[in-house]
């Protein structure tokens, strides 16, 4: 069974910087991601990268600021989130992709204060 545990948010001043982490139990996965939700708004893809090749991909709000990142022997992923946005104030969701299997993490808030 599929486990993912997402951690590192919290409250921050616009301009700073927070790292998301994700452990993730089990392997072969074919893809990672981070989601984020704000209130009153729908799910929205913020960072993605792909097991084969590492290509990643960003929303256009987060480029130049968010990096997605993997690391194999902790089998975890981060999101390196810099220059912090009030408008980036949300609850931040891991996901992966394995088959037609896709599983989600509990969530994690990210506010920031302007």
């Known amino acids: 069974q599929v486990r993912l545990v997402d951690f590192g948010g919290g409250l921050v001043q616009a301009g700073g910087s927070l790292r998301l982490s994700c452990a993730v139990s089990?392997?072969?996965?074919?893809?990672y991601a981070w989601y984020r939700q704000a209130p009153g708004k729908e799910r929205e893809l913020v960072a993605f990268?792909?097991?084969?090749?590492?290509?990643?991909q960003y929303a256009d709000s987060v480029k130049g600021r968010f990096t997605i990142s993997r690391d194999n022997g902790k089998n975890t992923i981060y999101l390196q989130m810099n220059s912090l946005k009030p408008e980036d104030t949300a609850v931040y969701y891991c996901?992966?992709?394995?088959?037609?299997?896709?599983?989600w993490g509990q969530g994690t808030q990210v506010t920031v204060s302007s």
């Open positions: 996901r992966v992709v394995r088959g037609a299997t896709v599983s």
């Open positions: 089990g392997f072969s996965f074919s893809s």
């Open positions: 990268i792909f097991s084969v090749g590492g290509t990643t």
